[in-house]
């Protein structure tokens, strides 16, 4: 019986190339949230499934069409993540997260999964950064959620993604706008999709984002929510736009808004690019002030985006934006025999523990492959641990850049090496000397 042995449609591995870049992503993002207050929070890739049907909302295409959801052993309806903000505002209601000073402020990293149709940037199995800001209705931590987004993608040095905002008002003012955006929906009906029939009755907003060519292009001559928000929906919109103004933060009205999911409330936004094909929104997000009470917490306006990670990374590829390198080999250590391959373990050993990139020949190659192979992972320094080495007591040191050689004790090794890069690589007075040379690991110890 033959097996499937290939990846499933809609998933994506992460080889060491794509990891690297993911890493430094992924540490550089966290590091410009922690300066905003946000710290980590981690939640699992499951949930009970009524957790999403009551918080995304079970008029919408996540729910109705694209939840990865299944019976577990007992009998429980479970659901892999569709989105992060669910789980997480779950967390902070079961572990009491609304006793500690607010605002909270917590950022996640997660992979989510949607049954959706695969295209460029559309993932079954995706991942977004996240943030969540717990506990404040005031228009100020709209605008810093809003300009932490803004200044991730700065800070990478992404251009022409345009942000977009819009507010979708409150409870109160919905009801209104929902008696007009029916009337209007009612004229088309023959025209709707069967899923956009039962939306009409229950919740025709979401209507307004249908992924079907014909309810879409119905959505776009629908009444607009903007004109319809109350008083109070209408001044918290102002003070929003006021707060990125004196941020300096570009941004459109873009009054067709409305989020694919229901929780959202007030400020809703999203980043969007042209560069990466028709799933051009690299980042959405926006308030749900009234999710805490949806799951049973008592009232707690909040706010948060999510970016998606994949979407980010076509972007910077879009753009040739190049991240930097991931550290290269320090030193190659070649052994010709078994006693040299045991004293070049205990070299690496001693020069791993200072924190530098060591590597010594754990396939047993000869000289030639291993120097080979050295020149091919582009390793800075190399040593050939032979029989004369070993019985002189001397091994050359060979700087692969310059392709000088220098005499080195080969037990001494360990101790000496560090302060010999440093010296090249300050010597050398090249940038691109420094590449793959650890400097501060290889002084880290030394000084
Ligand atoms: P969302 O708009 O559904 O919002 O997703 C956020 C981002 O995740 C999108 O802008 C997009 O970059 C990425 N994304 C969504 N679906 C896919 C997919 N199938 N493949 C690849 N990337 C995708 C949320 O998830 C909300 N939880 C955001 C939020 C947080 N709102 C408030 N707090």
């Known amino acids: 019986m033959s097996i499937n042995i290939q990846a499933v449609k809609g998933t994506q591995d992460a080889l060491p190339k794509?990891?690297?870049?993911?890493?430094?992503?992924?540490?550089?993002?966290?590091?410009?949230?922690?300066?905003?207050?946000?710290?980590?929070?981690?939640?699992?890739?499951?949930?009970?499934?009524?957790l999403f049907?009551?918080?995304?909302?079970?008029?919408?295409?996540?729910v109705q069409k694209e939840m990865y959801t299944f019976e577990d052993k007992g009998g429980r309806s479970i659901t892999l993540r569709p989105e992060g903000t669910a789980g997480i505002m779950r967390a902070f209601l079961e572990r009491g997260l609304f006793n500690e000073s607010?605002?909270?402020?917590?950022?996640?990293?997660?992979?989510?999964?949607?049954?959706?149709?695969?295209?460029?940037?559309?993932?079954?199995?995706?991942?977004?950064?996240?943030?969540?800001?717990?506990?404040?209705?005031?228009?100020?931590?709209?605008?810093?959620?809003?300009?932490?987004?803004?200044?991730?993608?700065?800070?990478f040095g992404i251009q022409n993604l345009k942000l977009q905002i819009n507010s979708i008002g409150c409870p109160t003012c919905r009801a209104e706008y929902h008696k007009v955006l029916k009337e209007y929906f009612e004229s088309k009906k023959s025209e709707l999709c069967t899923t956009c029939l039962s939306r009409l009755e229950r919740n025709p907003m979401r209507i307004l984002d249908c992924k079907s060519p014909v309810c879409?292009?119905?959505?776009?001559e629908a009444p607009k929510v903007l004109d319809y928000i109350c008083d109070d929906c209408s001044e918290h919109f102002e003070m929003v736009k006021k707060y990125l103004t004196a941020m300096n933060i570009n941004f459109e009205i873009n009054p067709t808004i409305v989020r694919g999911l229901d929780y959202?409330?007030?400020?809703?936004?999203?980043?969007?690019?042209?560069?990466?094909?028709?799933?051009?929104?690299?980042?959405?997000?926006?308030?749900?002030?009234g999710l805490a009470e949806e799951l049973g917490g008592s009232h707690t306006p909040?706010?948060?985006?999510?970016?998606?990670?994949?979407?980010?990374?076509?972007?910077?590829?879009?753009?040739?934006i190049d991240l930097p390198q991931a550290n290269k080999c320090d030193l190659y250590i070649a052994p010709a025999n078994e006693e040299a391959s045991l004293l070049a373990a205990k070299i690496a050993t001693d020069l791993r523990c200072e924190g530098a990139f060591v590597?010594?020949?754990?396939?047993?190659?000869?000289?030639?492959?291993?120097?080979k192979y050295a020149n091919k992972i582009g390793a800075s320094f190399t040593v050939v641990l032979?029989?004369?080495e070993l019985s002189s007591g001397v091994a050359q040191l060979k700087n692969m850049e310059t392709g000088e050689t220098q005499e080195i004790e080969v037990n001494r090794i360990a101790e000496d090496f560090s302060s010999i890069a440093i010296q090249a690589a300050v010597g050398s007075l090249s940038a691109e000397s420094f590449e793959g040379l650890d400097i501060n690991a290889l002084l880290g110890g030394k000084i």
């Open 102 to 155: 607010m605002p909270q402020k917590l950022s996640y990293f997660t992979s989510c999964y949607r049954y959706e149709k695969p295209q460029a940037g559309r993932l079954r199995e995706f991942h977004q950064f996240g943030v969540e800001c717990f506990g404040t209705e005031n228009a100020a931590a709209d605008a810093e959620i809003i300009a932490l987004a803004d200044e991730i993608f700065g800070f």
């Open 216 to 220: 879409s292009e119905i959505a776009k």
């Open 18 to 50: 794509d990891t690297h870049k993911l890493r430094i992503l992924e540490q550089t993002i966290a590091e410009i949230a922690g300066n905003y207050g946000f710290a980590e929070i981690r939640t699992p890739v499951f949930e009970y499934t009524d």
């Open 302 to 320: 909040s706010i948060g985006f999510a970016m998606g990670m994949e979407r980010l990374v076509m972007l910077l590829e879009a753009q040739s």
């Open 359 to 371: 590597l010594f020949d754990v396939v047993g190659r000869s000289i030639k492959s291993q120097m």
């Open 53 to 62: 049907c009551r918080s995304v909302g079970d008029t919408t295409d996540v």
């Open 386 to 388: 032979g029989e004369d």
């Open 264 to 289: 959202y409330t007030r400020t809703v936004f999203e980043f969007v690019s042209t560069q990466i094909g028709a799933q051009g929104t690299v980042c959405g997000g926006g308030r749900y002030d």
